[in-house]
RNA sequence: GCUCCCUUCGUCUAGAGGCCCAGGACAUUGCCCUCUCAAGGCAAGUACACGAGUUCGAAUCUCGUAGGGAGCGCCA
């Protein structure tokens, strides 16, 4: 199975529409899909489903781009750069469409429809109730030509609808689920026009796979028992069949596939919630995907490392722990200078050094912030026990030692192990409390360096 | 309702009949290191949904059952 996914270079794609912004589990299967196409040395071509023109906004255009983009997700064609296939957004892409809907009905292979949304609605209710799968009757299949003329004179809107043939077995082998099979019986004669001309999802998806030259397609699992109506138009056109994969659905802590109950599941949110971009990926990379790799992937190194053979079937439950230690690693790769900026408060540079190791995204940096020049928030209730078991006299003793040291800690635990006998974790422990607020943190020896003096004294005293 | 898909530790996964009384990673807990945290090292616990069958032998094959998901849209 495994030499299938070697050999030549394969074109895949990312296709969506701009309704919305850029969903982690789209993000996903785009990921992947450039993935494939680096691998192989393919091409990787972006293309914007937006015939829906009421949902359809170019804002989310922008908005899609601008994720991937920061995901570092780079396409070869698309509709800002262009290609052999442009262009790339289907609402220009009507005159094709067209040429081939015309092809279909001269074939006798689509037929116009005029039932109004309401017959539609009437008639998927009363199938329900009867305990019968909801699918198109045929009301308008074999209309005869007077009757067309007739309802196209009373000025009826039709949509075209693709006249699925009875009794077809349509067969293909999903990359990651292996052999299907469906029986075109099952399936209903399905809109591939719409009453306003554009055409739909089943239609121009695709055919414009197929014509601009898509060997494999890599998308959620929702689509698969959509395969075959695809399938069964690519072949009535006489059109070349891309390779399917359907990958098992992201999906968030209930089980259901994600989305925005599920708190943050979009790219933008994590992108400004400060994720870096390195992390996300190694995030998404084994997620539904078996890397052969547990450590840590620089991006440029995840193509040799992708596997289409090891692509998950059973859906993956999306899981920000794991995405934390991924943010941590790509933490620990930035130089002082990346995190100084992406910490983004020009904070000095021996700060940055300083709690760097204490900071995985950048509001962790605050607190920080406020050791070194600001108030501390009230203690917790450890950092009290800590407190209150050093004693008054331990901080009057500290605060004393601290007017002869100054900002030498190495002096003033000196100072204070003599005076009070104290060692270790006992003598240092109620310092840092005092001094940060926190029992965690950076190096007090520094961190002592960077506040003022008379915060540091201040601080002692209160305790004292 | 009909059709299709899925089911291994808490989570991501390895596993394509014996190498598996199931391996790794994240998380958790403990220990080491250390002023603390992080990092690092070591260790621990926890999983083949269930039931039949095929086989000398099944996480792996077959059939059922249960649970979850998807599609059946003039949404993609």
Known sequence: ?????????????????????????????????LLWARRSGGRFILRIEDTDVERSQLRFRDELMADLRWLGLDWDEGPDIGGPSAPYSQAERGEFYATLF?????????????????????????????????RYAGTCRYLTDEQRAEREARGLKSSLRFAVPSDQIIEFVDVVHGPQRFVSS????????????????????????????????????????????QLMVL???????????????????????????????????FRERGFLPA??????????????????????????????????????????????????????????????????????????????????????????????????PPLGESEQRIVASAGREFFAAAAAAFDQSGQDLNLL????????????????MPLRVALTGQAHGPELKILLKLMSPETARRRLKSHA
């Open 1 to 33: 199975m495994s030499a299938l996914f070697d050999s030549s270079p394969v074109t895949t794609r990312f296709a969506p529409s701009p309704t919305g912004s850029l969903h982690l589990g789209n993000a996903r299967t785009a990921f992947f899909s």
């Open 235 to 269: 072949d009535a056109l006489g059109m070349r069949r891309p390779g399917y994969g359907h990958v098992g659905l992201l999906v968030g802590e209930d089980g259901a596939p994600l989305s925005k109950r599920h708190g943050s599941t979009s790219a933008l949110e």
């Open 102 to 134: 015309a092809r279909l009905e001269a074939d006798g292979r689509a037929y116009p429809c005029y039932c109004t949304a309401e017959d539609l609605e009437l008639s998927r209710k009363l199938q329900r109730m009867a305990g019968k799968p909801p």
């Open 413 to 428: 635990t000196a100072l204070l192990k003599e005076r009070t006998g104290r060692k270790g974790a006992d003598l240092f």
């Open 186 to 229: 099952d399936i209903g004669d399905f809109i591939i026009r719409r009453d306003s001309g554009t055409s739909s999802f089943f239609f121009c998806n695709a055919v414009d796979d197929s014509v601009m030259g898509v060997t494999q397609v890599l998308r959620g699992d929702d689509h698969l028992t959509n395969t075959p109506r």
């Open 279 to 376: 992390a996300v990926l190694n995030h998404l990379f084994r997620l539904g995907h078996a890397s052969d790799v547990d450590g840590w992937l620089s991006p440029a190194d995840m193509p040799a490392h992708f596997r289409p053979g090891h692509l998950g079937r059973a859906p993956a439950r999306f899981d920000e722990s794991q995405l934390m230690h991924w943010q941590k690693a790509a933490v620990e790769r930035m130089s002082a200078g990346q995190i100084g900026s992406w910490l983004g408060c020009g904070d000095p540079a021996d700060f940055v050094e300083l709690v760097r190791h204490n900071v995985v995204l950048p509001a962790d940096a605050v607190a920080w912030r406020a050791v070194v020049r600001g108030d501390l």
